[in-house]
């Protein structure tokens, strides 16, 4: 069995995976554009996709699962100032003063995620 992608339903399927392409890096999967019901984010292998589907009804209640992130070429809280820029919001912030702790935060059509601290800063 192999895990090839993670479902996100979305009012707007194309905006919401624009907004992941440009968290994640990974591109849009050509051929998908504005309108369609369907979008890929192409994730490198072995990592599975984002696939969002269009729904009906907006997101009404908190997320059951959720995905956490870890930044890979920045600090948590750089990461945390670049999704903010990207159009994310915060939900609630766990940090602590002592530099643990992680970001949750929410993608333009509400659905949560949290950004943890970086390896290197988990390990110094």
Same mark, same amino acid.
Not at 91 to 115: A, I, L, Q, Y
């Given at each position: 069995?192999?895990?090839?992608?993670?479902?996100? #339903?979305?009012? #707007?399927? +194309?905006?919401?995976?624009e907004f992941w392409s440009g968290v994640?890096?990974?591109?849009?999967?050509?051929?998908?554009?504005?309108?369609?019901?369907?979008?890929?984010?192409?994730?490198?292998?072995?990592?599975?996709?984002?696939?969002?589907?269009?729904?009906?009804?907006?997101?009404?209640?908190?997320?059951?699962?959720?995905? !956490?992130?870890?930044?890979?070429?920045?600090?948590? #809280?750089?990461?945390? !100032?670049?999704?903010?820029?990207?159009?994310?919001?915060?939900?609630? !912030?766990?940090?602590?003063?002592?530099? %643990?702790?992680?970001?949750?935060?929410?993608?333009?059509?509400?659905?949560? +995620?949290?950004?943890? %601290?970086?390896?290197?800063? %988990?390990?110094?």
């Open positions: 069995m192999q895990l090839r992608h993670i479902t996100v #339903d979305a009012g #707007d399927p +194309f905006a919401l995976a994640t890096g990974w591109p849009v999967a050509d051929g998908d554009v504005p309108g369609d019901d369907e979008v890929l984010v192409v994730a490198p292998a072995p990592v599975p996709g984002l696939l969002f589907i269009k729904v009906p009804e907006g997101k009404s209640v908190k997320n059951r699962v959720h995905l !956490d992130w870890g930044p890979t070429e920045r600090t948590r #809280d750089a990461e945390v !100032d670049r999704i903010l820029s990207l159009g994310g919001t915060i939900h609630e !912030d766990h940090r602590t003063p002592d530099g %643990r702790g992680w970001v949750t935060m929410k993608d333009p059509e509400s659905n949560e +995620f949290c950004v943890e %601290r970086s390896e290197s800063e %988990r390990t110094n």
